[in-house]
């Protein structure tokens, strides 16, 4: 350190200054090396004297005429003048001269062999500054050679924890302009500039007469595509490929991946790219030459216009080196610039499934129509749905607009017009009613006979596809065991039928109002199906679910302490989808309740020790983004003493129209009735005034009467967490010195859901061999602030000779599961001999 330096100084001076007789001591400091630090100088035996160039018969005067006894140290920031102006010339005849050299005090201290001297000599401007000279001092380098020592150096001017050439780069090219950049300008100042672009050609093979940082950044990425670029790199590019393509790749593959400096990568492959035209260039290859490309995302604008174009098509086989459509998806969509166009992928995939059911033909008996919807069918239901999601997340859909008219074409006239007449067909019959239980014997059949406390959750129009996603997200829960299976909503399907053909009853009726009453009573609010919940079991409640949603733990508890049954209603899709001017928003609303069911029987579980859920709904939906045109409605219906909907009508008489089919409401609910429930047999709609158009219910369809029942059971006592994690953060892809500094970041702070990991951390040879010490660390911060979060590790490497064309690793490894986290390559280089080619 500098303090070091000048405590060397201190006591050579304090030994000038022994003994009786006074002394004068002159020190020309012709560099004015430690101007700065005189300041601070105290010796033990003599006063300190700073000389000036126009003081000299001053100086002489005083040292000679007024303090003839006291022992000076006459320090001069600049060199010793020649003897015929130097005033003070006979004064030094019996005086002493002392000398000190900060290269040799910086060399001895910090252990440099003599050889490498001259390096520290040629840069001892740099070491002036005593913060700088700290910062080399930080760096803790050992077995100093030419080029670590000005590594160290530049790695000191740009401010880094570790003595790192990669580090330095990344920060030269991430946090300074392409143009004016300061650290290039510090460089300079301290004549370090030639050794930094020397550098930049011996790692990263960037040879340039007149080197600039823009050349050299474009050198990296051009370097980077040639190795993902099928055939000949454009011509315009060609001199800027490197032959250390290696390097290149391992640098710019630790910039886009790291969780810091990934936006620093995306800016200058933005920057590049324009420089480059990439977009003229890359628009002349064919979409297999540049399939595994991702340094610019431009690639991924032409995958997807491919992609589209192939589907638009229908040509659903195509494939780019042997991967298929869906397998292209998703390789893009996890490369680097996967999460800028994760919309565009997801809602591309989903379209395949739609496009895969151009053609469709279904099966004609209800049996073999329930199965093949359950297993297959609800699928495409559930890709139009994330088809949408996807594509209304997409700021400019300009590109997409065929493909949705095909999506929107092949999933009305090629699937459910086909579907739902076959299936109204099939429910008229003799077995519409037989192969699906029933939504009106639900308590019986789920609820009654649980010996432990049953909360039932009724989300309102969760149609079967959307319970099938949350049964395939609960499932991967370690501590959920989960059943799914279909049930036959009531008809009409809508809220007040549904919702009390769920609840426990003996009598279920729709009176001459159309009002519905289970046993005698109304059931359309709360507090009556609370009613007729507590008249069959007495220990139970009703709950809105946005009054318990946000409950503290002893609030939540209080509600379900001492109940065996508890119904919580669940109203996020129908309350959107009901109202014309959010019905669009009907799948954002699908993808919201699933959340928030998912949340609230964690939170429960968690909090109020109840452990058995059923999720099911009232009824589900049909939805169509295309406006319905007047050829889709039904017409001449008279509503007249009947009750009139879009998909349902409830009378006293059978409806004649073309397109509808008529059962008796008695049979469906079970009970003597004589009015009549007409229904469209096509995903038509009745004329009818008002309301929305694309998002229906109430009529029969898979889609509107198959529901899902989930029958869930967690885990008692137990939270799911996941690990801890860590990445690296240091730039490091050779080691130089036998201890190295590393910084890491833990990914997020620890909480409820992420728990406290230990982690071992080493490295190894590709033969396993380890050749450094080992490193425990235990992931256990809970500040919100990344920066925070950074730790440094030191490795001590083993004293040995090391093969550079061999692999070796950091490995780190979870201590819990004896799992590795990841592993980062470098090379080893800890030759001491100086190689660097001055």
């Known amino acids: 350190m500098a303090e070091l330096n000048l405590k060397q100084i201190i006591d050579r001076l304090n030994t ?149 050439f990669e580090e330095v780069v990344r920060i030269v090219i991430t946090e300074g302009d392409v143009e004016d950049n300061k650290y290039l300008e510090e460089m300079d100042k301290y004549e370090l500039l030639g050794a930094f672009w020397k550098l930049c050609e011996q790692q990263f093979g960037y040879v340039d007469a007149d080197p600039s940082l823009e050349r050299l950044i474009v050198t990296l990425f051009v370097t980077y595509a040639a190795r993902y670029l099928q055939g000949e790199v454009p011509a315009s590019w060609r001199s800027f490929v490197s032959m250390k393509q290696g390097n290149v790749i391992a640098f710019l593959d630790n910039l886009m991946n790291s969780v810091l400096y990934k936006e620093d990568y995306d800016r200058l492959s933005t920057h590049v790219a324009k420089g480059l035209k990439v977009e003229d260039n890359l628009a002349k290859y064919n979409p297999e030459d540049i399939v595994h490309l991702d340094a610019f995302s431009y690639v991924d604008e032409l995958i997807l216009k491919w992609i589209t174009e192939r589907l638009i098509s229908e040509d659903v086989g195509a494939k780019l080196d042997e991967m298929d459509l869906l397998q292209i998806c998703d390789k893009r969509s996890k490369m680097h610039f996967g999460e800028v166009y994760e919309n565009a992928y997801e809602m591309l995939e989903n379209a395949l499934t739609i496009v895969n059911a151009a053609n469709y033909g279904g099966s004609d008996d209800m049996k073999s129509i329930v199965k093949k919807y359950e297993s297959e069918d609800c699928l495409i239901d559930m890709a139009y749905r994330k088809f949408y999601f996807y594509y209304d997340q997409i700021e400019d859909t300009t590109g997409y607009e065929e493909l949705q008219t095909l999506v929107e074409n092949i999933y009305t006239n090629e699937y459910l017009n086909d579907l739902i007449p076959r299936w109204n067909t099939a429910f008229c019959g003799e077995d519409g009613l037989v192969v699906l239980p029933l939504q009106r014997n639900f308590y019986n059949g789920f609820v009654n006979q649980s010996k432990e406390r049953t909360v039932v959750i009724i989300s309102d129009a969760m149609r079967y596809e959307v319970g099938r996603e949350l049964f395939n997200q609960m499932k991967d829960d370690p501590r959920c065991t989960a059943k799914l299976s279909p049930m036959m909503s009531s008809l009409p399907s809508y809220t007040r039928l549904g919702m009390a053909a769920l609840l426990p009853h003996k009598t279920l009726e729709m009176r001459d109002d159309y009002e519905v009453y289970a046993d005698d009573v109304l059931c359309n609010d709360l507090a009556g199906r609370q009613t007729v919940l507590q008249g069959h079991c007495k220990d139970s409640i009703c709950v809105q679910f946005d009054d318990i949603k946000n409950l503290k733990k002893t609030d939540l508890r209080n509600i379900f302490t001492g109940k065996q049954v508890v119904y919580v209603y669940h109203n996020q ?266």
């Open 573 to 838: 899709i129908d309350a959107r989808g009901d109202k014309a001017n959010t019905e669009d928003e009907v799948f954002v609303a699908c993808e919201e309740a699933l959340k928030e069911i998912s949340d609230l029987i964690r939170k429960i579980s968690t909090n109020a020790n109840t452990y058995r859920f059923i999720v099911t709904s009232d009824h589900g939906f049909v939805y169509k983004r295309e406006k319905i045109s007047e050829s889709d409605k039904i017409g001449g219906v008279n509503g007249k003493d009947a009750w009139i909907n879009r998909r349902y009508i409830v009378s006293k008489s059978a409806i004649t129209e073309d397109g509808v089919a008529n059962i008796g409401l008695g049979y469906v609910l079970g009970y003597e009735d004589d009015k009549v429930v007409s229904f469209p047999t096509s995903s038509n709609v009745f004329k009818v005034s008002g309301g929305g158009q694309n998002f229906v219910h109430g009529g029969s369809s898979p889609q509107e009467m198959i529901i899902p029942v989930l029958d869930i059971k967690m885990e008692r006592g137990h939270m799911e967490t996941k690990p801890a994690s860590i990445s690296l953060v240091s730039m490091v892809q050779k080691i130089t010195n036998l201890i190295t500094g590393m910084d890491f970041i833990q990914s997020e702070p620890v909480s409820d859901t992420v728990k406290e990991t230990t982690y071992r951390l080493v490295f190894m040879s590709e033969d396993d061999e380890r050749i450094s010490n080992e490193n425990i660390y235990v992931a256990d911060s809970r500040e919100p602030d990344s920066a925070k979060r950074i730790f440094r590790l030191r490795f001590n490497f083993k004293n040995q000779k090391y093969d550079k064309n061999k692999q070796y690793y950091l490995v780190v490894i979870d201590d819990n599961t004896g799992l590795e986290l990841f592993r980062h390559p470098v090379i080893m280089d800890l030759t001491f001999a100086d190689d660097f080619g001055w």
């Open 16 to 164: 000038e200054f022994t003994g009786e007789t006074r002394k004068l001591v002159f020190w020309y400091d012709d560099k004015a090396e430690f101007e700065e630090d005189m300041d601070l100088v105290e010796l033990d035996n003599a006063k300190v004297y700073k000389l000036e160039k126009d003081n000299q018969f001053y100086t002489k005067y005083f040292l000679e005429r007024e303090d003839t006894t006291t022992n000076y140290l006459i320090y001069a920031p600049f060199p010793k003048p020649e003897i015929k102006d130097n005033h003070l010339e006979d004064t030094m005849l019996y005086s002493k001269r002392f000398f000190a050299d900060r290269a040799s005090l910086l060399s001895v201290d910090l252990g440099i062999e003599e050889k490498y001297k001259h390096v520290i000599e040629k840069h001892i401007k740099f070491f002036a500054n005593k913060d700088r000279t700290q910062r080399f001092y930080d760096l803790e380098i050992e077995n100093f050679n030419e080029e670590n020592i000005l590594v160290g150096l530049l790695s000191a001017v740009c401010k880094t924890r570790t003595c790192s």
